[in-house]
């Protein structure tokens, strides 16, 4: 089975191995020009990119379509290859089988020194988000008085600190309950110190709880038994 997913860049696997392939296909925004994608041709493809700053799981029969497909590209010429892609693009951008992952936007409207800034942020969370963070501690990454980040932070995201941090953290819990761990082991490998807290941040996030999201991306197992001659 492949894995069909549209995130930012940073890839986080916890050292779990698992048994799938991973086909990754990276390319620039403009890798067709400036105003390629503002055609109105293309506008479902643009609405997906936008979705799919914050990740995208897809599962179902979209997933199996694209992964053989993407299982493929590297091995056709150029300008087909550009078409399959196109056309991967297009499906995923019409599909209905996919999960937000409520990960953290990828965004250039700010000026260096705040990109800079955040780009620490995101830094520290991601490498620390599955212990207790105090506001005091991440503060002082940012170089900032606790109030003062409090304020940047909040301009800048349009979240709180403990908002943010939380999506942060069910985003990869999704991604753990995707990998089979229990609700219970992906509440507390992410960071969360209460099983009842995490599932009410995880209901209020994604607007399910964590056991019925694992369960509806499960992928059935069939066994058989063949008979005796």
């Known amino acids: ?63 199996q379509r694209v992964g053989e497909k993407l299982s493929q590209l590297a091995g056709l010429p150029a300008f087909e290859r550009l078409l399959a892609l196109l056309s991967i693009f297009q499906e995923l951008a019409i599909s209905t089988e996919y999960t937000s992952l409520h990960g953290q936007a990828v965004t250039s409207a700010y000026n260096l020194k705040e990109q800079q800034r955040l780009k620490q942020v995101n830094q520290f969370i991601a490498e620390q988000y599955t212990r207790k963070i105090d506001i005091p501690e991440v503060a002082a990454v940012a170089s900032l008085t606790e109030s003062a980040f409090c304020r940047y932070f909040k301009r800048i995201t349009h979240l709180t600190f403990t908002q943010f941090l939380n999506q942060y953290r069910i985003s990869q819990a999704q991604k753990l309950l995707l990998l089979d761990y229990t609700v219970s082991e992906a509440c507390f490998a992410c960071g969360f110190e209460s099983l009842s807290y995490f599932n009410r941040i995880f209901r209020r996030v994604t607007n399910e709880n964590p056991l019925l999201f694992k369960k509806r991306h499960q992928v059935p197992v069939i066994f058989t038994q063949q008979a005796n001659p």
């Open 1 to 63: 089975m492949y894995p069909t997913s549209i995130a930012p860049a940073t890839r986080f696997d916890y050292g779990v191995t698992t048994d799938h392939r991973e086909v990754v296909v990276q390319l620039k925004e403009t890798f067709l020009g400036e105003t390629f994608w503002q055609a109105p041709e293309f506008s479902a493809i643009t609405a997906l990119f936008h979705r799919a700053r914050s990740g995208v799981s897809f599962y179902g029969e979209t997933k």
